[in-house]
């Protein structure tokens, strides 16, 4: 990259880095190199909440994560996981009956465990 070019990427740096030649090829190397690791760590940071988010909803309704996916998977339903944790936020009726469907399609969803109600501190006192 010429001297133009790296000038404009390093607009917005602070100190020397953003007009000083030298300093200012390090940092765009650097910068560039945090956004090439930084484009894959998104990927798997999504990921992780979206399986988050499913396992949340899931547990709602008595079912662990890992065999929710299980009777999806044997019942055929192929759904991602991003298009799972925006069910189980924005339309939990629709999550609940995939949970249904999971449920009867893997022996082990069978037992429903409902978690206990947390209530306030009048019933303690």
Same mark, same amino acid.
């Given at each position: 990259?010429?001297?133009? $070019? &790296?000038?404009? *990427?390093?607009?917005?740096?602070?100190?020397?880095?953003? =007009?000083? &030649?030298? &300093?200012?090829? $390090?940092? %765009?190397?650097?910068?560039?190199? #945090?956004? #090439?690791?930084?484009? @894959?760590?998104?990927? @798997?940071?999504?990921?992780?909440?979206?399986?988050? @988010? &499913? =396992?949340?909803?899931?547990? !709602?309704?008595?079912?662990?994560?890992? =065999?929710?996916?299980?009777? *999806?998977?044997?019942? =055929?339903?192929? !759904?991602? @996981?991003?298009?799972?944790? $925006?069910?189980?936020?924005?339309?939990? #009726?629709?999550?609940?009956?995939?949970?249904? %469907?999971?449920?009867?399609?893997?022996?082990?969803?069978?037992?429903?465990? %409902?978690?206990?109600?947390? $209530?306030?501190?009048? %019933?303690?006192?």
């Amino acid at each position: 990259m010429n001297k133009k $070019e &790296i000038l404009k *990427l390093a607009k917005g740096f602070r100190g020397r880095a953003k =007009n000083c &030649i030298r &300093i200012a090829r $390090e940092r %765009v190397e650097k910068a560039l190199q #945090y956004s #090439y690791r930084d484009r @894959r760590t998104k990927k @798997r940071d999504m990921r992780s909440l979206w399986i988050e @988010r &499913i =396992n949340a909803g899931s547990r !709602l309704h008595g079912v662990k994560y890992g =065999n929710f996916m299980h009777g *999806l998977m044997k019942e =055929n339903i192929q !759904l991602n @996981r991003k298009v799972l944790s $925006e069910l189980s936020m924005h339309e939990p #009726y629709s999550f609940k009956a995939l949970v249904d %469907v999971s449920r009867n399609a893997f022996p082990g969803n069978r037992k429903v465990v %409902v978690p206990p109600k947390k $209530e306030g501190l009048s %019933v303690i006192l």
